[in-house]
């Protein structure tokens, strides 16, 4: 069955980097895109960014441009590199599948989910 | 990219139905026939309950059903089961391969 397992989340300084991580497991990684999502404590679900199948084909919500990069690799494994950390970014962050294979705008939608690593930016 | 608009909370007695609205514009919700719907409890990650607006994956009981009119999609739970208390999010692609959430609705069964 399909397995997503996030890691990377820990305390960081205001202005400092992370890298986050999604270990896929139990289907074909290289046909899905996938997502990553937001969730500050006590709020709800926010969108962050999202890689095509093949890794070319990157977007993001605007407050996290110019700071974040989502990537994946042949291993099965995909990434988030976020710099400039602000008090804002603070959430559990989740990593998702999108529900179909390759990239048509249909098949995008998030349908399996980790269970997120918690990334807290704080003086 | 604003959040689209559910209400806070809806409740319900065992048996009932519910339906939780999820508020967008021509942009997201109106635009597209992408609206997906998710149920998260208390401290789990989100479950996968309704895609392309009516549609159920396996796995999800038909209590569960999704609709669409103009800028506003629905989810309505028939015969409210005390393990349907959670909370409930919308979720509509919203163009150049972005998506947009619902602020969330926390179900209540009485």
């Known amino acids: 069955q399909v397995h997503l397992v996030e890691s990377g989340g820990g305390v960081v300084q205001p202005g400092k980097s992370l890298r986050l991580s999604c270990a896929a497991s139990?289907?074909?990684?290289?046909?899905?895109?996938m997502h990553w999502v937001r969730q500050a404590p006590g709020k709800g679900l926010e969108w962050v960014a999202i890689v095509s199948y093949e890794g070319s084909k990157t977007y993001y919500t605007n407050s996290v441009k110019g700071r974040f990069t989502i990537s994946r690799d042949s291993e099965n494994t995909v990434y988030l590199e976020m710099n400039n950390l602000r008090p804002d970014d603070t959430a559990l962050y989740y990593c998702?599948?999108?529900?179909?294979?390759?990239?048509?705008?249909?098949?995008?939608?998030?349908?399996?989910w980790g269970q997120g690593t918690l990334v807290t930016v704080s003086p | 990219q604003s959040a689209l608009t559910q209400p806070p909370s809806v409740s319900g007695s065992p048996g009932q139905s519910v339906t939780i609205s999820c508020t967008g514009t021509?942009?997201?919700?109106?635009?597209?026939?992408?609206v997906s719907w998710y149920q998260q409890r208390p401290g789990k990650a989100p479950k996968f309950m309704i895609y392309d607006v009516n549609e159920r994956p396996s796995g999800v009981p038909d209590r569960f059903s999704g609709s669409k009119s103009g800028n506003t999609a629905s989810l309505t739970i028939s015969g409210l089961q005390s393990e349907d208390e959670a909370d409930y999010y919308c979720?509509?692609?919203?163009?150049?391969?972005?998506?947009?959430f619902g602020t969330g609705t926390t179900v209540t069964v009485l």
């Open positions: 979720c509509s692609y919203a163009g150049t391969y972005s998506f947009v």
């Open positions: 139990g289907f074909n990684f290289n046909n899905y895109g």
């Open positions: 998702a599948r999108a529900r179909g294979i390759f990239w048509f705008e249909k098949l995008l939608s998030p349908d399996f």
């Open positions: 021509s942009g997201d919700v109106g635009g597209y026939n992408y």
